[in-house]
């Protein structure tokens, strides 16, 4: 399968982060600043995924505005005609900077909460004060007349808060709110026990979105994900590996999604070693599973194929060992049930302590 051009490119300037999510999407081996592409290789990379015919570019981390080069950066993306995105915490970004991001050509901003109070919010980030920061920073992204998405994992310990975050959006006039239930792999995966929510907590967490959705409409777009746990058929993972996204890690890693690293069989090709056209066309790792040819039966007569794309490879690695397994999030699957017993027993069992995401707890723990 010959790929059309990748639509947007995610870059994770560094995996520094004041924040310790617990379900932290960077991988548990984390990159130290040492590692990190510099200003010109990122601006080289920048121009590449242009040339490629990208559309987007998303910065992000670890938290990138640790980065003190992230304006050169916007206003070289926007120099090259992409359309740019912050994805960031807001704790380290003052108004000042967020003014100098915006003339540098920053189009818009997600900021991320890790629930609707303080004390919820602060305890699952591992950051105090972190929350009265967050909804400040709101505030300076809509004086700076820039698109603000509020973005909201939610989980066992933080889902009974889910209305008070869809008026919290409401009143920080966002234009946009994701609710994205956990996805678990990584640093998510090692807390699962922690952040599985019950089945009767999905329902509600169902019933508030549909309210909302009917209440808000014409004022606030919004955007659900349920937890794989629990579904019945697999998502089209970040729209059919391969064929969408591209992300690159602090250290010039190249991979079909932002998870990809959590698939130990799998080695990813360097932009510091090849350049990114040649990766996204003819890379290994994005070959692996890109089209349907790989797919092994029920995905492979299944009239949903090219619709889910087999689900996520990730999750399939995560739970059966075998990153070519069907997604066992699929009724299909013969791993199904094993994934729903073990939904079901996290989430009536699981105690409440995490394993915060930090460069010490990253080195202490072993393998998946």
């Not at 490879?313 to 073990?342: E, M, Y």
Request: hydrophobic letters at 40%; charged letters at 20%.
């Amino acid at each position: 399968m010959i790929p059309d051009p990748p639509f947007a490119l995610l870059v994770e300037l560094t995996h520094r982060c004041p924040l310790q999510c617990p379900y932290c999407s960077n991988p548990l081996d984390m990159e130290r600043a040492a590692g990190e592409m510099t200003t010109e290789e990122w601006c080289g990379v920048i121009r590449q995924a242009a040339g490629l015919g990208c559309m987007q570019i998303h910065f992000s981390g670890g938290e990138p505005t640790v980065r003190p080069d992230l304006e050169i950066l916007v206003a070289e993306a926007a120099a090259a005609g992409l359309y740019t995105n912050l994805i960031t915490s807001g704790v380290l970004c003052d108004r000042a900077r967020l003014e100098r991001l915006a003339a540098a050509g920053l189009e818009h901003v997600q900021l991320s909460f890790q629930g609707a109070t303080a004390p919820i919010a602060d305890r699952i980030a591992g950051y105090a004060g972190g929350h009265e920061k967050k909804l400040s920073f709101a505030r300076d992204v809509r004086a700076a007349g820039l698109p603000l998405t509020a973005n909201f994992v939610v989980h066992r310990q933080n889902a009974h808060q889910l209305d008070a975050m869809i008026d919290m959006a409401v009143e920080m006039a966002a234009e946009r709110i994701e609710i994205a239930n956990v996805q678990y792999y990584g640093w998510a995966l090692k807390n699962r026990a922690a952040l599985m929510p019950s089945r009767d907590q999905l329902n509600v967490m169902i019933e508030s979105v549909s309210a909302a959705r009917e209440r808000l409409k014409g004022i606030l777009a919004i955007d659900f994900v349920v937890p794989d746990y629990y579904a019945r058929r697999p998502k089209p993972c970040m729209g059919g590996w391969g064929q969408r996204f591209l992300n690159i890690s602090p250290s010039g890693k190249v991979l079909p999604c932002h998870a990809a690293e959590s698939i130990t069989t799998l080695a990813f090709d360097n932009v510091r070693e090849k350049p990114l056209d040649d990766i996204w066309l003819n890379g290994p790792a994005f070959r692996a599973f890109r089209g349907t040819d790989w797919m092994p039966e029920p995905c492979r007569a299944c009239d949903r194929k090219e619709i889910d794309w087999g689900g996520c490879r990730c999750q399939a690695f995560a739970i059966t060992g075998d990153a070519a397994q069907t997604d066992p999030a699929c009724a299909l699957s013969k791993n199904h049930s094993r994934l729903v017993a073990t939904a079901l027993e996290d989430a009536q069992s699981g105690g409440e302590d995490f394993v915060y995401r930090n460069f010490r707890s990253a080195k202490a723990l072993p393998g998946l």
